[in-house]
């Protein structure tokens, strides 16, 4: 199985600050990683797709980057709603692994 | 609009059985593979389990092996789990997504469930 390594686990950031989440695979994947944010009580919401893509309706402060096994998410100025968890996942290949998270903090 | 609702949650005793159901409308049901995938109380999101368009494939996760069926019924746009010999640790929120292109782009709330005696 395609372990999928996240960091950091915790966050704490403030309204407007450039944060980065990074995740590793444990072989290859090629371009083939989600990210989500998710709120409890909620669906998870895609954020990015096939490392790059956007997802429908999804606001431009997040992008995704990488390829192969390093993997990173950049929200570029954080708002108050971006405070969520943040998972990764890879679909290379069965099983499907997710990161083990990152919770954004407001600091 | 795109729709997946969960139901079939509940508590059931440890070595018990549940059903659940995934119910997708909004789009051509019979598309689509479906996924469940479930996150436990404090911890993070797991994947489950995953069908096939048409129900003739389908894979799961080596903790549910051999005691989780997932099947689908396109005439009713609907994709069921089947969870038998329940323990503690399959306590968890299930929700199901729809997997376009190797991502899931929409989620259901999901449904929880709880094993405990």
């Known amino acids: 199985d395609i372990q999928m390594t996240q960091s950091p686990s915790t966050l704490s950031a403030s309204v407007g600050d450039r944060v980065t989440i990074t995740c590793r695979a444990s072989?290859?994947?090629?371009?083939?990683l989600a990210w989500y944010q998710h709120k409890p009580g909620k669906a998870p919401k895609l954020l990015i797709y096939?490392?790059?893509s956007l997802g429908s309706g999804v606001p431009s402060r997040f992008s995704g980057t990488g390829s192969e096994t390093e993997f990173t998410l950049t929200i570029s100025s954080l708002q108050p709603d971006d405070f969520a968890t943040y998972y990764c996942l890879q679909c290379n290949s069965h099983p499907y692994t997710f990161g083990q998270g990152t919770k954004l903090e407001i600091k | 609009e795109v729709q997946l609702v969960e139901s079939g949650g509940g508590l059931v005793q440890p070595g018990g059985s549940l059903r659940l159901s995934c119910a997708g409308s909004g789009f051509i049901f019979s598309s689509y593979w479906i996924h469940w995938v479930r996150q436990a109380p404090g911890k993070g999101l797991v994947w489950v389990s995953r069908?096939?368009?048409?129900?003739?494939?389908?894979t799961y996760a080596d903790s549910v092996q051999g005691r989780f069926t997932i099947s689908r019924d396109n005439a009713k746009n609907t994709v069921y789990l089947q969870m038998n010999s329940l323990r503690a640790e399959d306590t968890a929120v299930y929700y199901c997504?729809?997997?376009?292109?190797?991502?899931?782009?929409?989620w259901g709330q999901g449904t929880p469930v709880t094993v405990s005696s």
């Open positions: 997504a729809r997997d376009l292109e190797y991502h899931f782009d929409y």
């Open positions: 096939k490392a790059s």
């Open positions: 069908v096939n368009h048409d129900g003739s494939s389908a």
């Open positions: 072989q290859s994947i090629s371009r083939w």
